[in-house]
């Protein structure tokens, strides 16, 4: 399979604990997103990547939140010190230089006790 | 403040019926729009899309329209299949025409479409 990959699918956690999120892009794309969605709504931006800059961040993403894509391949979304309020599906996305389609990843969910 | 509006939060279609979604924007520097289907538990799976420089874009079952001065968009699927049953979530993207920005996408809440048989 040689679509978006993410793991863990699933992590519950304690509120305070630090979890930790990867996700493979496919490997031609260049571009890597990482957005949130809650129950209700629709995905929301929280960051982007350009190779291993990261270009953009969103209002959502509080100082707790930390991204990083070290060699332009792979990505981490570290969130330190979880509340409640975290508990979210963080969906990682990627796509190639000027297309338009972002292609997504099947999530990757957290809840927080 | 919501740039992407789904109105409808559900719709409800026989099989073989036409299904209409609707999606309105309120950003004008959207100038691409794209319509994503989403399964409990997965993740959206890219479905059409329309640049702004057309008002229709056809793949198959699926046609989406685009009215600018609206600033509307809709889906239509023909016939519509029990398979079709999913979320549907309608996206837009400034400066994807134009070269310029990050192209990330705006979503709307998403209309949940059952197909009943």
């Known amino acids: 399979d040689t679509g978006v990959s993410q793991d863990p699918r699933h992590k519950i956690t304690k509120r305070g604990q630090n979890v930790t999120f990867r996700c493979d892009p496919i490997?031609?794309?260049?571009?890597l997103y990482w957005y949130r969605q809650t129950l209700g709504q629709g995905p929301e931006f929280l960051t982007y990547f350009q190779n291993e800059a990261q270009l953009e961040k969103s209002r959502l993403l509080s100082d707790r939140f930390s991204a990083e894509r070290p060699k332009g391949s792979f990505s981490t979304l570290e969130i330190q010190r979880t509340e409640q309020g975290d508990s979210a599906m963080y969906l990682c996305a990627s796509r190639f230089a000027n297309t338009g389609e972002l292609f997504f990843g099947e999530g990757s969910r957290l809840t927080v006790l | 403040d919501q740039q992407v509006k789904q109105n409808s939060p559900s719709l409800s279609v026989q099989e073989g019926r036409i299904s209409i979604l609707n999606c309105d924007y309120t950003n004008s520097m959207f100038d691409y729009f794209l319509w994503y289907k989403k399964y409990p538990a997965e993740g959206p799976t890219f479905l059409i899309s329309i640049s702004s420089i057309k008002d229709k874009n056809e793949d198959g079952r699926f046609t989406v329209f685009l009215n600018k001065s609206a600033k509307h968009l809709s889906l239509h699927i023909v016939p519509s299949q029990p398979g079709d049953s999913a979320v549907y979530f309608c996206a837009a993207s400034a400066g994807l025409v134009s070269g310029a920005g990050s192209y990330q996408l705006t979503f709307g809440k998403g209309t949940k479409l059952s197909v009943i048989p």
């Open positions: 490997s031609e794309h260049n571009r």
